[in-house]
């Protein structure tokens, strides 16, 4: 067992240096203010309404009438995003909207990094219930498939509390959905938009079948009879366990033109539909209440760009494999949340449900001299269909006892996601005498991959509520929560294998000439299963992490003006990644086990040493887990990105010191100015990390020995109003500014003796310095991150108007590959500036109440840009995103 302890010394003299003032400040009769519950007058002007006796007291309560309600009850570092922040920025999911909050960036529009920590270090609950991931990359939930429609806010606490999951690192974001109103409503809105890199041009696409569109096809995609009664065989399909007319059975049920026929068209515009209702209803059990949300949409994205790798010549990078690529990836989500709630004096019960379906289409070309291929020319044609489908069902009570004394509350979730990507496939070209794309016929592969991921989960919190005094009280809370995660996946990949060399007719043929039903025969192409192959690792494996917790807490305002907050949680988590061969044989690798528990305390003060100003300090102890697909040794093919990765099966645990520190004033309603310190120390955080194999290149992952990361935090939001001086446009509006800027460093400490282990090296003892450079920063950590919000608001006129600016600096997406003196440079993203417009207006036409809202994305054009320097410039990925423009119309009833 490893227990966690903070050091006391520290603790004890951030408290001392609290405590002292408040004490100090009691112990002079002061002047009387009200407590922050009730909405009074200022100091000055209450004490010249009370009686001279009222000022006697043995302690002060500082008013706080403009600090928000939810940084009021909170204990903790926060951020909170409302319905208004919501609607403001007119984002369409939560990882578009979180990119606006203080210290978070968003990674490939999905992917959440507080404070420059990767999503590894930061969890996503929905409605306080952990949710599972459909990405065979990460265990956290992608959180573009949250529309924001659905939500009534977020929070992101940056701080520990105990009555969190034990995994933080960055924080933790709680998905809060929309609740049932107190008066019937009904909406629906429906929105067009475009790209100007994508939008009425020519592109790539695939027929596919005929319902697509609607997010599921037709069953064109399904595994065919044949092909699906030789998988339950349980051996390889090829020649040693078919015969040959089996074998051309099977392999003549492939779909072929529909799903590998590249073709090219006019791409057309985006739209999307939404629709919300709720109603509450009164009864003698208490207030029934019902809300339903629905969505579809539908939207297109092209990218011209280019992909290279380097490798040393001399003491500089060049690039040996330089591809042009072309891709049109169409996007479709289907979105649906029913939730039932009963509302009563003391209790609160609810029951919500969130399903939501993305399915992303693709068609792909990549062409220029491989290095694997000695130089030549080369090129690849994909087609690719991915299915991420998200499940959610979560009942939830809050009871109140003995006049609100002690409250009880407790949730039960379910939640399961799948990805499947059916007839993955891949064509391979090279160039012939003449310079026209022949085919290679070694390069073809048709893939079938699922994966299948649940949690059930549960929890329940008891608190008891002291009062210290009039003003003042103590909360006890204990809770226990348990939580179990289990994953599945398989992948089976096919191959043709041509019975003798194909004639040069057959090589200049049309792909769905070649791979006709004519010629798959035993003397033609023959149908074989290369699942498993060298360099693809496990075909399939399962994993699982149960975590059982318990936490107890005390939150006390014991000396006045001071509160605060401090527990500890005990964790005991199991976590597994077990391969599996699928033809009966031996595990490909050992079983990894991990099998760790850990103390993890927590303290927070908060003192209220002036009206509408506080400064809260925290110190905890947490822990980062690796992720299954990080621990998993199987390959798998980024579509992002086109590169491989592989999971390390000799990962282990985290452990991070989290340190932190801000002040906070609220000098008007909704207003304010915060600015914050933050320090962790990390032992052995995992990052990515670039291996090699011969020439093959794969992404995996590796634990650093340690790393440190610190910054600091500014947040400003202002309203200004102007006197009517004949400029009637300006004076009729109430104007935003609103800023946040995070600066952050980091290091990786790699000394002498430092080792790191991983797959290429059987889990033995290597050289850290070997894969680590000493000084280097910590993988996706950010220098800078900042966020500007100008506009107006005008409630005459019923419009609001604001333009979005967000920037964040150069970030290591992974390390480069190692070597023995000669280490290639890290790739480096550099996200840059990006600059949106968004415009809103409601009005009346017809009797009906109506909502009209004008979207510009990415004015500047910025485009994407990953690379290598040294020397040269290595354009690991980079490609144009273009400007977006979108109008919607919403109707309410």
């Not at 951030?14 to 002061?30: D, E, K, M, N, R």
């Not at 009871?399 to 064509?427: C, L």
């Not at 020439?695 to 009517?724: H, L, W």
């Amino acid at each position: 067992m490893k227990t966690v302890t903070l050091t006391l010394s520290g603790v004890l003299l951030a408290t001392s240096a609290l405590i002292a003032p408040g004490l100090a400040y009691a112990q002079t009769p002061p002047v009387q203010t009200a407590p922050q519950t009730v909405t009074a007058q200022t100091p000055a002007a209450q004490a010249e309404a009370e009686p001279e006796e009222a000022s006697q007291l043995d302690e002060v309560v500082v008013l706080g009438r403009y600090i928000p309600e939810p940084n009021r009850e909170s204990a903790e570092v926060a951020a909170f995003l409302t319905a208004e922040d919501l609607e403001r920025t007119g984002d369409s999911s939560a990882a578009g909207a979180l990119a606006r909050v203080t210290g978070l960036t968003v990674v490939e529009g999905r992917f959440v990094y507080v404070r420059g920590l990767g999503e590894r270090y930061s969890s996503a609950l929905l409605n306080g219930s952990p949710l599972p991931s459909p990405e065979p990359l990460q265990r956290v939930v992608p959180l573009d498939l949250f529309p924001s429609s659905i939500l009534e806010s977020v929070t992101v606490q940056k701080s520990y509390s105990v009555d969190f999951p034990g995994e933080f690192g960055g924080g933790v974001i709680d998905l809060r959905t929309v609740d049932a109103p107190n008066e019937p409503f009904f909406s629906m809105s429906a929105s067009v938009g475009g790209n100007t890199e994508t939008t009425n041009k020519e592109s790539l696409i695939y027929y596919g079948s005929r319902t697509d569109f609607t997010g599921f096809d037709d069953g064109t995609r399904d595994v065919p009879g044949p092909l699906a009664l030789a998988f339950d065989q349980g051996v390889p399909v090829n020649s040693a366990n078919f015969e040959a007319q089996q074998l051309q059975r099977i392999g003549q049920s492939l779909i072929n033109a529909p799903l590998r026929l590249l073709q090219r068209e006019t791409t057309p515009v985006n739209f999307g539909f939404d629709f919300a209702g709720g109603l509450s209803s009164e009864s003698s059990m208490g207030t029934f209440g019902l809300i339903a949300v629905a969505g579809y949409s539908n939207s297109w994205s092209t990218r011209n760009g280019v992909q290279e790798e380097g490798q040393f010549s001399g003491s500089v990078l060049v690039p040996v494999t330089s591809k042009a690529y072309e891709s049109n990836q169409n996007d479709i989500q289907l979105n649906f949340l029913g939730g039932l709630s009963l509302t009563n004096e003391n209790s609160e019960i609810k029951w919500t449900n969130f399903f939501v379906r993305n399915v992303t289409k693709e068609a792909r070309i990549s062409a220029g001299p491989d290095f694997d291929a000695g130089g030549a020319v080369q090129r690849s044609d994909f087609t690719e269909w991915y299915e991420r489908q998200l499940f959610s069902s979560q009942l939830a009570g809050e009871h109140e006892f003995m006049d609100g004394a002690v409250e009880f509350a407790w949730r039960a979730a379910y939640a399961k996601t799948e990805r499947n990507a059916p007839y993955e496939t891949r064509f391979e070209y090279g160039l012939d005498i003449n310079g026209n794309f022949v085919h290679e016929i070694g390069g073809n592969r048709v893939s079938f991959s699922e994966l299948d991921d649940d949690i059930v989960s549960g929890g329940a919190d008891l608190s008891y509520t002291l009062p210290l005094s009039d003003y003042r009280e103590a909360v006890f809370s204990v809770g226990v929560a348990w939580s179990d995660n289990n994953r599945d996946a398989q992948r089976r990949d096919l191959q043709f294998v041509p019975a003798s060399t194909l004639t040069e007719e057959q090589r200049q043929s049309r792909v769905d000439y070649l791979y006709s039903d004519y010629n798959i025969r035993p003397d033609g192409l023959i149908l074989t299963e290369i699942t498993g192959g060298a360099g693809s690792g496990a075909a399939a494996y399962s994993a699982q992490l149960e975590v059982a917790a318990a936490y107890a807490q005390v939150d006390a305002e014991i000396i006045p003006l001071v509160r605060t907050t401090f527990g500890v949680r005990y964790e005991d988590g199991q976590q597994s990644v077990t391969t599996r061969d699928l033809f009966g044989g031996a595990a490909p690798f050992a079983p990894t086990e991990i099998d760790e528990q850990y103390f993890l305390p927590s303290f927070t003060a908060t003192w209220n040493f002036a009206e509408d100003q506080q400064l809260r300090v925290g110190a905890s102890q947490t822990i980062g887990r690796p992720q299954f697909r990080e621990l998993a040794p199987q390959s798998y093919t980024d579509p992002e990105t086109d590169r491989e990765f592989t999971g390390n099966p000799f990962l282990v645990d985290t452990e991070i010191l989290n340190l932190d520190a801000r002040y906070e004033w609220f000098f008007a309603r909704q207003q304010y100015l915060t600015a914050g310190v933050f320090y962790k120390d990390l032992d052995k955080p995992v990052e990515s990390t670039i291996v090699t194999s011969g020439n093959a290149r794969q992404q995996s992952f590796i634990n650093s020995p340690q790393a440190t990361i610190y910054g600091a935090e500014i947040e400003a939001k202002k309203f200004f109003e102007f006197p009517d001086n004949g400029m009637s446009f300006i004076a009729n509006k109430r104007w935003l500014v609103q800023a946040n800027y995070t600066w952050s460093d980091s290091e990786v400490n790699v000394e002498a003796g430092d080792i790191v282990r991983t797959p290429g090296g059987g889990g033995a003892d290597e050289d850290a310095t070997f894969f680590i450079e000493d000084g280097s920063r910590l993988q996706g950590q950010s220098e800078h991150v900042a966020n500007l919000q100008l506009g107006w608001e005008d409630d005459t006129a019923r419009s609001q108007a604001t333009i979005i600016v967000n920037y964040v600096s150069e970030r290591i997406s992974a390390r480069g590959a190692g070597g023995a003196g000669n280490r290639e440079p890290d790739y480096i993203q550099d996200p840059g500036i990006f600059v949106d417009f968004v415009y809103r207006k409601d009005f009346e036409y017809g009797g009906r109440d109506l909502g009209f809202a004008l979207e510009l994305r990415n004015l500047l054009s910025t485009d994407f840009d990953e690379y290598q320097e040294l020397g040269n410039k290595i354009l690991i990925n980079n490609y144009e995103l273009g400007s977006s423009a979108s109008v919607s119309l919403t109707a309410r009833f």
